[in-house]
């Protein structure tokens, strides 16, 4: 059986930014002085973060650059044709790999023909 679910995650620097935002919009309603404090405040801080890039890369891309780092290997699908293919890190038995291709996941053999394709 296998089991899929998406994943969303939130991004906790926007929902910082954000509160931010509304209790600065808040302070400046009742004093104008401490909403020019805050202003430059919100400046310095955004022009901070776009200066030393504080965002930090979304789990996707992070799977992302993972997956380009893989093992690669050249395998032969069941129509016969060649495909480029990452070598999955999976338990293998009997010289078998679990390898995924533009067409989806499959199993390889030693000689690297392809099995069994998963969809």
């Known amino acids: 059986m296998i089991q899929v679910q998406a994943e969303r995650r939130i991004w906790w620097g926007g929902v910082a930014w954000l509160s931010a935002l509304a209790v600065a919009l808040a302070v400046a309603v009742w004093s104008v002085s401490a909403a020019v404090l805050l202003g430059l405040a919100a400046t310095l801080a955004l022009a901070g973060s776009i200066m030393f890039g504080t ?3 979304p ?11 893989r093992e690669r290997r050249s395998v032969i699908a069941l129509d016969g044709s060649e495909h480029t293919a990452i070598v999955m890190p999976v338990e293998s038995a009997d010289g078998y790999q679990m390898v995924l291709t533009a067409e989806g996941f499959g199993l390889a053999d030693e000689g690297g023909k392809v099995i069994y394709r998963i969809r």
């Not at 996707?60 to 650059?65: N, Q, T, Y």
């Open 55 to 57: 965002r930090q890369t």
């Open 59 to 69: 789990r996707a891309d992070r799977r992302r650059a993972m997956l380009n780092r």
